[in-house]
């Protein structure tokens, strides 16, 4: 009996949580991530694939567990996409938003039944959980610079995305099998391996978003959880109200520290966005914009000419059609080399660093040119 007590007296081992040192070396793997990774991606040497939306360029593919595929980015994923004459892209919707620059041609959307024309130097903004369709009636091809935040709503947990109509050349890879529900829509395919590729319709999260879609509010809301239930219903007026095309003929120039600069998405701009920032930036022949820093990611996409980047001291050289990506806390500053051309990108920025209390800009240096 003294023996069972002596035993019961003895202290438990101590466990230590280890929450400080994993969260180190979660930030060191990381910073040896982005440092293996090329800060340029060349636009002319990466292959078009086919896909179920149309044909892509997979700049930084998506996947939050390992992070971006070949981009030293987290929150956006960047691809280019072409859809050919007398053609359409699939049709589908996901809970993330996307942003779709036209990079050349003109056409048409279908979101959620509503048409807008685009044409070459628009934006087109998808809002979350919008069914969305790209169109091109025309003879020539059209090009799309796109970003989605696949990886960050997978990473929350409502990575969710539904294929309604695949792009018309679309086929199931060789040895696949397709997947139908009852009622014959299509589920995905199977593979010749035997694994199961789910793309199709799902049902139940379609009543649950459609009952958080019909949610309204009215009268004046008595106590803090009627605020939230106001919140949900103004949100829904939001997305209702907010324009799904921004041509770029209704956005200025501005002369900035920074360099010559347009805004197309912003904070202080309508958009149905709002994960993303957008704006055009040229840059004078053989001159320089400024240099500065911010939290959030960036990525640029070449519209014309030559020339480079110091990222961090690194000097990365870029020209037409590259793809240039900035990386968290990344001093930068972009050079036009040609001494006789002007220079100009499309610019995608993370505004998620913003709602986490990180937006802003730390300015360097003056443009000069």
């Known amino acids: 009996m003294e023996k069972q007590m002596e035993r019961r007296r003895e202290p438990e081992p101590v466990i230590y ?8 070396l979660g930030q060191q793997k990381e910073k040896q991530r982005i440092a293996s990774l090329p800060r340029v991606r060349k636009g002319r040497e990466t292959p078009f694939r086919q896909n179920a939306q149309a044909y892509r360029k997979a700049y930084g593919d998506t996947g939050m567990k390992n992070r971006l595929v070949n981009a030293p980015l987290v929150t956006m994923t960047v691809s280019e996409q072409i859809i050919p004459p007398s053609n359409k892209s699939g049709r589908h919707r996901h809970y993330n938003e996307a942003i779709f620059y036209v990079l050349d041609g003109e056409g ?10 685009w044409q070459a130097g628009d934006i087109m903004s998808v809002p979350s959980y919008c ?149 055009l930036q040229e840059l004078p022949p053989g001159g320089r914009s400024g ?50 051309r002007p220079a100009r990108f499309i610019s995608f920025q993370s505004r998620l660093y913003y709602y986490l209390g990180h937006g802003g800009i730390e300015h360097l240096e003056d443009a000069q040119g």
């Open 291 to 340: 240099k500065h820093r911010h939290v959030s990611e960036e990525v640029h996409r070449i519209l014309e000419g030559k020339g480079y980047d110091i990222h961090d001291g690194a000097k990365w050289d870029w020209e037409e059609e590259d793809v240039v990506f900035m990386p968290v806390n990344t001093v930068h500053q972009h050079f036009n080399a040609d001494p006789k």
């Open 108 to 117: 048409y959307e279908i979101h959620d039944d509503t048409k807008y024309p």
């Open 17 to 24: 949580e280890r929450i400080a040192e994993e969260l180190w």
């Open 131 to 279: 069914v969305h369709q790209h169109f091109n009636p025309s003879d020539k091809p059209v090009r799309f610079f796109f970003s989605t935040g696949t990886n960050i709503v997978e990473f929350m947990g409502v990575g969710i995305k539904e294929q309604f109509e695949m792009h018309p050349s679309y086929r199931i890879p060789e040895g696949g099998q397709p997947l139908y529900d009852p009622q014959g829509d299509l589920l995905g395919y199977k593979a010749a391996d035997g694994m199961e590729f789910r793309f199709g319709v799902n049902k139940e999260f379609q009543q649950l978003m459609k009952n958080k879609m019909d949610a309204q509010f009215s009268g004046k809301p008595q106590n803090i959880y009627d605020e939230f239930l106001k919140l949900l219903a103004d949100q829904n007026a939001w997305r209702r109200a907010a324009p799904h095309v921004i041509k770029q003929e209704t956005c200025s120039w501005q002369d900035t520290r920074m360099g010559r600069i347009k805004y197309l998405v912003s904070p202080f701009q309508p958009s149905g966005l709002r994960l993303y920032d957008a704006f």
